[in-house]
C-alpha cells in the first residue's frame, strides 16, 4: 500500500483511540524507556495494534505508542505538553527497512507534533566522554548506507532534497542546554555517527570515525531525524553514552553493559526531560485547550 495511505490509516487509529492532539513526539531508546512513568492521563497502545506498525525485537525495547500529557513537577500549574511517546524503536539490524524503520517516527508527524525529541544509547568516541554522560547532538553522520527519503519523492510530504544544515534545531538546543544548567546535570555535546549495526564497531573503524569528527556511535535516531526534517517537524537529540566505543579501552562491549549504563544515565536523563520539555517552544497548549 502507498505509505502516505499507510500513515493515514495508522494516524486515524491513533486518533480514534485517544483524546490527545500531540504537540510533542518523544522516542525512547534501549533502556531508556521509564520516562513514560512521569507522564499523565496516559493512553497507552501496543505496537501490534497499530495499523501498519511492527514490533520491536530488541531486549530493552518495549513496543507500545504512550500518549499523554507532561508538566513540569516543580511547577505543576503551568500549561502543560501534550506528548506522543514511542517507547521503543525499529533499527536497521533487525532487518527492516528504512522505509519501516521510520514508520512511526512519520507517523507521529502525521498526529500534528511540532518538535520531535530523540533519545538513543551510543558509544563514546570523543575521549573526554564517561559512561553514563549524556550528550546533545549537534549534528549527525549518516553511514547507515541507506536514506528514509531513498526512492520516488512524495511531494505531499516534504522535498526531493531537504536541507539539513540545521537538523538538530538551534532553539531546541538552547532551551535544553539552559535546563540541564538548571538541573546541574553536565551536557555533553557533538556529532552522532549512525551505523547499521549490529557489530559494534572494530577499533579501527572506532578511530576512522573520531577522525571524521564523530563524537559518538550509535545504530539509531538518523533515520527518524531525516524523515522528520522532511516532513518539517523540529528535531531535537540527546545520547545517552552507556560505554566508551570499541577500542577507546581495552574493555570488549556487550548489550547487558549497555543496559546498565543507560540505567545510570537514566537518573540524569529523566530530570533533564521534566526540566527542559515543558520549556520547549511551541509545545505547550494553555489551559483553555489553545495552542499558544
Ligand atoms: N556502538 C554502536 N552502538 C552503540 C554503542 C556502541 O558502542 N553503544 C550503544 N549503542
Redesign the pocket.
Known amino acids: 500500500m502507498h505509505l502516505q495511505k499507510r500513515l493515514v490509516e495508522a494516524a486515524r487509529f491513533i486518533e480514534n483511540n485517544s483524546p490527545i492532539k500531540p504537540r510533542l513526539g518523544i522516542v525512547l531508546g534501549?533502556g531508556l524507556g521509564s520516562y513514560v512513568d512521569h507522564v499523565k492521563n496516559t493512553v497507552s497502545i501496543p505496537y501490534d495494534q497499530i495499523p501498519n506498525f511492527l514490533a520491536p525485537s530488541v531486549e530493552g525495547h518495549e513496543g507500545r505508542l504512550v500518549l499523554g500529557t507532561v508538566t513540569n513537577p516543580k511547577s505543576p500549574n503551568s500549561p502543560a505538553v501534550p506528548v506522543a511517546i514511542l517507547q521503543g524503536r525499529l533499527h536497521l539490524y533487525e532487518g527492516h527497512s528504512m522505509d519501516q524503520v521510520a514508520f512511526p517516527t512519520r507517523t507521529l508527524c502525521m498526529l500534528g507534533i511540532d518538535t520531535l525529541l530523540l533519545t538513543?544509547?551510543?558509544?563514546?568516541i570523543n575521549p573526554s566522554f564517561r559512561e553514563a554522560d549524556l550528550m546533545l547532538i549537534n549534528d549527525h553522520i549518516n553511514l547507515m548506507g541507506d536514506n528514509p527519503l531513498r526512492g520516488p519523492n512524495l511531494k505531499e510530504l516534504g522535498p526531493r532534497f531537504p536541507d539539513l544544515t540545521e537538523a538538530y534545531n538551534k532553539e531546541c538546543q538552547e532551551v535544553l542546554r539552559q535546563a540541564a544548567a538548571r538541573v546541574n546535570v553536565t551536557l555533553r555535546e557533538g556529532v552522532y555517527v549512525a551505523?547499521s549495526?549490529p557489530t559494534?564497531?572494530t577499533p579501527a573503524e572506532v578511530r576512522m570515525l573520531r577522525a571524521m569528527g564523530a563524537d559518538a556511535?550509535?545504530?539509531s535516531t538518523v533515520p527518524e531525524t531525516i524523515a522528520a526534517n522532511h516532513l518539517g517537524v523540529r528535531v531535537a537529540a540527546i545520547s545517552c553514552?552507556?560505554?566508551?566505543?570499541?577500542g577507546i579501552t581495552s574493555q570488549k562491549?556487550t548489550h547487558a553493559e549497555?543496559m546498565t549504563n543507560a540505567g545510570r544515565a537514566v537518573t540524569k536523563l529523566l530530570s533533564l526531560l521534566d526540566e527542559a520539555i515543558p520549556a520547549l517552544p511551541h509545545v505547550q497548549v494553555q489551559k483553555s485547550g489553545d495552542k499558544p
Open positions: 534501549s538513543n544509547a551510543a558509544g563514546g551505523l549495526g559494534y564497531e556511535v550509535g545504530m553514552i552507556t560505554n566508551l566505543a570499541a562491549l549497555v
